[in-house]
């Protein structure tokens, strides 16, 4: 069964503290992602030797020689994911743009979040076909790189900027009209396009669209709120209207998205581009 437009998940898991000899991928066919938890973990990609520690976020692109390892001593903890599908480039291009190492420490709701795909995964009669499995891969993956964006790039002589992206987390039950971002950061409508772009690669009113879509997957998965109380929470006070942006966004409705149901035949629905609603 193919999906169009969406991630095909194909392996994942936790490793804690386990025997592990080294581990060497001559010519991988899909995308690794690896999220540092405790401890270290080093390698080579292409050639190039590499050590990251805790709270690093790698990505290993199929086709590149990759090897990775353990630490020999000490604690270590990673949580990582086997990707591709149509989607995955564009996944990677978009971590590849930050330009420096992604780390992300002590985030709770994350792990939580990487947990509940790597639950779904196991729980999963059919994992590798599962619409759900797919869309919940997708919002993780985009919300770990809102998330790991690093902080000093974000927010590097722009401590307005940092102040506006805590104000949107807490006011997405309503409209943020780009007027009021601007009034809100004291910024002009270009300045404060230009500083998005370059903090998160995205417009203003596209970053507002992604935090209200992972956020709404978060509490959808995460909690037992029902579906019209999520909707009006990240800002969507017409469920039926909610209903429509989640699925243009994952694919899925967020029913079946929490329920970890496949969609029917025909239902042809797949995530789109990030889009601005206010």
């Known amino acids: 069964m193919a999906f169009p437009d969406l991630l095909h998940w194909r392996a994942s898991g936790s490793f804690r503290n386990i025997p592990m000899p080294p581990v060497r991928r001559a010519d991988p066919g899909d995308y ?73 420490t002590d985030d709770q709701g994350m792990y939580r979040k990487f947990m509940a795909v790597l639950t779904h995964a196991q ?24 998330r790991c964006a690093p902080q000093a790039q974000r927010s590097a002589g722009e401590p307005r900027l940092e102040a506006l992206f805590g104000w949107i987390a807490e006011n997405l039950n309503r409209p943020l009209p780009l007027s009021e971002l601007c009034a809100v950061a004291t910024y ?29 997957a978060d509490l959808l998965a995460l909690t037992s709120m029902a579906v019209a109380d999520v909707g009006a929470a990240v800002g969507y006070a017409d469920p039926l209207y909610f209903s429509r942006r989640f699925k243009a966004w994952s694919g899925l409705s967020p029913s079946a998205f929490r329920a970890g149901r496949i969609p029917g035949p025909g239902s042809g629905a797949h995530p789109g581009p990030p889009q601005d609603f206010n």
């Open 188 to 216: 002009s409508p270009a300045q404060l396009h230009r500083l998005f772009i370059a903090a998160v690669g995205l417009s203003p009113q596209a970053y507002v669209a992604r935090v209200r879509h992972s956020t709404a």
């Open 123 to 146: 729980q999963s009669p059919a994992p590798q076909e599962s619409r759900a499995l797919s869309g919940e891969l997708l919002g993780l993956l985009g919300t770990l790189l809102d």
């Open 32 to 104: 690794l992602l690896v999220w540092v938890i405790e401890g270290t973990i080093h390698g080579d990609l292409a050639g190039e030797p590499f050590t990251a520690g805790r709270g690093r976020v790698l990505m290993f692109p199929p086709s590149v020689p990759h090897s990775y390892a353990a630490p020999r001593t000490g604690d270590w903890h990673w949580l990582w994911v086997h990707f591709a599908g149509s989607a995955a480039a564009a996944v990677h291009e978009e971590f590849a743009a930050a330009g420096v190492p992604l780390a992300l």
